[in-house]
């Protein structure tokens, strides 16, 4: 283990490197340790550490790259985009946001009923299978499966019928061959009763098989098992693996204190906020077109903001610092409540209470002994971006992610980002003529989000800007004179 031992910070800067982020390197390096550590436990040899380690962490690596493509597949099997199809940007993004709606509502169900939904419906257990993985019992599973197909669907109005009738097609294809028997008489009956029944069934159907999740294996993960019957030989199995790892200079226990408890990826589309409490108690709104993962570790909090703009309220532990890394810089709190946007040139960062770091250069790792680029305290705001920290400046407190309350505010803002800013919320955007687009122009005030239209009256009383709607539904801001000349 001494010989595996020498290799980490090599594998740890190399693959740093080549991922941009130093946690996703740090999980596969850690990932590979473990798959060594069990290679060698089962007896074999490993003749050539170094390129065993470096073979591992890039297929771990490529796994999660897949892992796109993968997800369009099952966005493809859950019924969003049709097989032949090839999706335009819009579709993806509604896909996509279907896909977090399947997730949010799986975390809504009570735990068994997600659990025996995800073994049958993804993992394609039988319930007998399922049952045994979750220490239940068959009939338990069947109701749990059915009824979350149905709360999965709660919009398609199912009857008692249907119900039923979704209860017997579980038994047809997930149980014993005895009782698949049984239900395929009792769905014949049941399609030849009457027209009522016949209705029934066919939606139950459809509502099945819109269900069928088997590519979402690698997206859903299997629930945890009820504790198993004590086997001597597996115990003492995982105790060898357990003296291993801490005999190999604890690279095994960092591995363990490194997993995440929890993780969610969450994802806003046009004039959509969502909210998220994590489960330590840290509270998440996002703003439209937003995209981020959170996860909580024994030791840290990290939120990983791709895309848009957050409102933050962290809740104070000193023992687990809370992050939020983007693509132009990091931000380090233990609690307070504050704002963060990442877009295509910047990040900026205002804080409302309390105070945070800020960290330039995303691909910067935030220990406890880093020095920060700039430490933002209450009622300021900074903008960072290639060049690094810009200008701080002032910001009311309750103008700190007013987008939560309804408001847009806009303090010296530049008329095209103001724009862009609205174009979340419009479903008709507003565009500025190219020959317009480069000019000076900026806008201060409060305006409600839901009248869009005290903004275009701003900008004609300011500027003289007039809207007028184009030939392809969009909005677009002209001065008079140049509204003329065309």
Not at 178 to 199: E, F, I, M, P
Request: glycine share 6%.
């Amino acid at each position: 283990m001494v010989v595996f031992k020498t290799y980490y910070d090599e594998l740890l800067h190399h693959f740093t490197r080549r991922t941009g982020t130093r946690h996703a390197a740090e999980d596969a390096v850690m990932e590979a340790y473990l798959r060594a550590l069990q290679h060698m436990h089962a007896g074999h040899t490993i003749r050539q550490p170094r390129a065993f380690l470096y073979h591992c962490v890039r297929n771990l690596l490529a796994s999660q790259a897949r892992r796109s493509a993968i997800e369009a597949d099952a966005l493809q099997c859950l019924g969003v985009l049709g097989a032949a199809h090839s999706p335009s940007p819009e579709e993806q993004l509604d896909a996509r946001q279907r896909l977090v709606h399947l997730q949010h509502q799986l975390n809504a169900m009570p735990a068994k009923r997600r659990d025996a939904f995800v073994l049958v419906r993804v993992h394609g257990m039988r319930y007998a299978e399922a049952a045994a993985y979750l220490g239940s019992t068959t009939a338990a599973v069947e109701k749990h499966v059915a009824r979350a197909l149905q709360m999965l669907h709660a919009e398609s109005g199912a009857t008692a019928a249907t119900g039923r009738a979704i209860l017997l097609l579980g038994r047809l294809q997930h149980g014993e061959p005895a009782v698949t028997r049984k239900a395929g008489q009792q769905l014949q009956r049941l399609a030849l009763r009457d027209s009522d029944h016949a209705n029934a069934l066919a939606c139950a159907s459809r509502l099945w098989a819109q269900a069928d999740g088997s590519k979402l294996r690698t997206v859903i993960d299997l629930p945890p098992a009820a504790s198993a019957p004590d086997n001597p030989g597996r115990r003492a199995g995982l105790l060898a693996i357990a003296a291993m790892l801490l005999a190999g200079g604890g690279w095994g226990a960092r591995w363990y204190w490194r997993q995440p408890l929890w993780n969610m990826a969450l994802q806003t589309g046009l004039g959509q906020h969502l909210r998220q409490r994590m489960p330590e108690g840290s509270n998440l709104e996002l703003a439209p077109n937003t995209r981020a993962d959170a996860r909580l570790y024994r030791h840290r909090r990290i939120v990983q903001l791709l895309h848009g703009e957050m409102a933050l309220e962290v809740r104070a532990d000193a023992r687990r610092p809370f992050i939020v890394q983007t693509s132009w810089g990091q931000v380090r709190v233990l609690g307070t409540r504050f704002s963060v946007a990442s877009h295509a040139h910047q990040l900026q960062v205002a804080v409302a209470s309390g105070s945070v770091a800020v960290y330039a250069n995303g691909a910067a790792d935030v220990s406890d002994t880093a020095v920060p680029s700039i430490v933002l305290q209450p009622g300021h705001s900074v903008v960072i971006d290639a060049h690094g920290v810009q200008a701080v400046t002032p910001i009311a407190p309750q103008d700190v992610a007013a987008w939560t309350q309804g408001w847009l505010v806009f303090a010296q803002t530049p008329l095209p980002h103001a724009i862009s800013r609205w174009n979340q919320y419009l479903r008709t955007p507003l565009v500025l003529p190219e020959d317009r687009a480069d000019v000076p122009l900026r806008i201060s005030g409060r305006y409600r989000i839901a009248d869009p239209e005290s903004f275009l009256r701003a900008l004609q009383d300011m500027y003289g800007l007039q809207s007028t709607r184009r030939a392809d539904g969009c909005i677009a801001l002209v001065a008079p004179a140049l509204q003329r000349r065309r």
